[in-house]
């Protein structure tokens, strides 16, 4: 059958189960009943005229013919992104409902400034914000949920590529050891090998900043001992405070410290963490993706020049 005759919607909904597997989790993802998906998985395997997958238990397996549909689909997805963009770009109007979702750190100190700065210079545009961490933030954006994503990754870790997403960088900041101040002082980087000695706190949930945090211990020649985690910066900070470990935090997590903990860049392997912005591939020229994206620069070029 033509290739005109194919549903973008369904090509979307195919491109989500490839990612997650299984029909209940495509319908989370995509807002709709596992029962609509397949109905319209149904309907797209009979405009291809080939089997699109196989049950195997709860999960389907992509066949052949689906993995070069979902291939693709990025392609067609971030040309109507791009068409779209295109035809709001004529009007260079800045105005409507963004949304932004933020993880924790970001959302304190990157957030507030650049949404001021939009509110002042575009009182027509609405930026209804949540919070979420990647990889659900990725997912958000992909399914249309969301339209920038303030996401992170970390040195030593592989960055992950998707053709779904573009991701603007915004700054770089380094990764800091939290200290207690009662047996602490100095403000010289401190090579991570004098801390093996240290009990540490860990950031609960957040996998990648576990395994960043085992792969530079492992560097500098030991293997961290994790007391305590938590997912709340004060009480990590808390923890520390009194004496009960030490922990990697990055530097945008300051303003949660208390006055009795001491921050220490490392060394051997110094350490760092980028915050950026993913956008569905082909935005970027959308007028109001790209007001909050430059103002979100702004701020964090501001963040970067004062050492935040």
């Known amino acids: ?16 189960l490839s990612l997650h597997g299984t029909i209940a989790a495509t319908a989370r993802v995509c807002s709709l009943t596992p029962s609509a998906v397949s109905q319209q998985l149904t309907l797209l395997e009979r405009e291809v005229g080939s089997p699109l997958f196989i049950r195997d238990g709860r999960t389907l397996v992509l066949t052949e013919a689906a993995r070069v549909l979902v291939d693709h ?17 004529l009007t260079s109007q800045v105005r409507g409902v963004l949304r ?3 993880f924790p750190t970001a959302a304190r100190a990157l957030v507030p400034g650049a949404l001021a700065r939009c509110r002042a210079e575009y009182p027509d545009l609405q930026v209804r914000l949540s919070e979420l961490q990647a990889p659900d933030a990725i997912t958000a954006v992909k399914a249309g949920h969301c339209d920038i994503a303030l996401v992170y990754g970390y040195s030593l870790l592989p960055d992950v590529a ?10 770089t900041e380094p990764l800091l050891v939290a200290l207690p101040a009662a047996r602490h002082n100095g403000t010289e980087p401190l090579p991570l090998a004098e801390l093996a000695d240290e009990p540490w706190i860990a950031a609960d949930r957040d996998a990648e900043l576990h395994e960043l945090l085992r792969r530079a211990c492992g560097l500098a020649g030991f293997v961290p001992r994790i007391d305590y985690t938590s997912t709340d910066l004060t009480v990590i900070f808390a923890l520390v405070e009194a004496g009960l470990g030490v922990s990697l935090v990055p530097r945008l ?10 921050l ?30 430059d103002a979100l620069r702004d701020v964090a070029d501001e963040l970067q020049a004062d050492g935040g």
């Open 162 to 171: 998707d053709a779904g997403v573009e991701v603007v960088r915004l700054l």
């Open 1 to 16: 059958m033509a290739a005109d005759l194919y549903d973008v919607r369904r090509l979307r909904l195919l491109r989500e």
């Open 253 to 262: 997590a300051f303003e949660s410290m208390s006055s009795d903990v001491v």
């Open 73 to 89: 689909t990025e392609g067609i997805l971030a040309a109507l992104e791009a068409a779209r963009a295109g035809v709001a770009a």
């Open 100 to 102: 932004l979702s933020a």
């Open 264 to 293: 220490r860049e490392v060394t051997e392997p110094a350490l760092t963490r980028t915050v950026s912005a993913a956008i569905r591939a082909g935005s970027g020229r959308n007028p109001t993706i790209a007001a909050v994206l």
